[in-house]
């Protein structure tokens, strides 16, 4: 089936800094890729919509110039956490779209700010 | 807007059968999944069903659909203790609707008794 893979799995940070998840689908090219936030014992919720050569939609509420989104080609979409705040910890899940409007997962990635 | 409901705990002893349910309120959902998360990862798809179809089976998974009840369910035969994992009922409306985003049901936890 198809693979999405995300770097890094786990990362802590000190507050004030930014940080950067890949997202990439390894054997398939994904014109749209979801970003998803999950809190713990939550459901996921849909971050933004990344389209690969336009800006991203991000959903009500979901400050943009926080979560800068990049789209640069049809494997690899990246999310930047910036100047990351404790209340930013939480589990970010990426999703690449096939043509078939099925989704596939990365595995995800456990941010914790100190 | 668009809702999705399930239960959210279900335990069962290993070797019976697991009934997962889900309902949902968008009459135009073309297509159902049901994903898997093991605890850290990220989400696996199970399988999925287009709503013009009752019924999918696929090894020890099948999926039953009740479009006028709006009612999806997922049964595991044989149940492992492998299964243990919550699992997400999700939906996305009609091609061209959107940007194909899925709605998820908050999940469901699947505890296996040995």
């Known amino acids: 089936g198809a693979v999405v893979s995300q770097h890094p799995s786990r990362v802590i940070c000190k507050s004030g800094t930014s940080v950067k998840i890949e997202c990439r689908s390894l054997?398939?090219?994904?014109?749209?890729m979801f970003w998803y936030r999950q809190f713990p014992k939550q459901s996921l919720m849909l971050m933004a919509t990344s389209n690969e050569g336009s800006k991203a939609t991000y959903e009500q509420g979901v400050e943009k110039d926080k979560f800068l989104i990049n789209h640069a080609s049809l494997t690899l979409s990246t999310l930047t956490v910036t100047s990351a705040h404790p209340e930013d910890s939480s589990f970010y899940i990426c999703?690449?779209?096939?043509?078939?409007?099925?989704?596939?997962f990365g595995p995800g990635t456990r941010l914790t700010v100190l | 807007g668009e809702d999705v409901e399930q239960s959210l705990f279900l335990s069962v002893r290993e070797g019976d059968s697991s009934v997962i349910n889900c309902t949902y309120t968008?009459?135009?959902?073309?297509?159902l999944y049901w994903y898997k998360q093991e605890p850290g990862a990220g989400l696996q798809l199970l399988t999925y069903?287009?709503?013009?179809?009752d019924m999918k089976q696929d090894q020890r998974l099948t999926v039953l659909l009740n479009k006028k009840d709006k009612h999806l369910s997922l049964r595991i035969a044989d149940t492992q203790t492998g299964d243990s994992a919550i699992y997400f009922c999700a939906e996305t409306p009609a091609s061209g609707a959107g940007s194909y985003q899925l709605t998820f049901g908050k999940g469901t936890k699947l505890s296996v008794i040995p």
């Open positions: 069903i287009f709503s013009n179809m």
């Open positions: 054997d398939f090219q994904a014109t749209t």
């Open positions: 999703s690449a779209r096939l043509a078939t409007d099925t989704q596939y």
């Open positions: 968008d009459s135009s959902s073309t297509y």
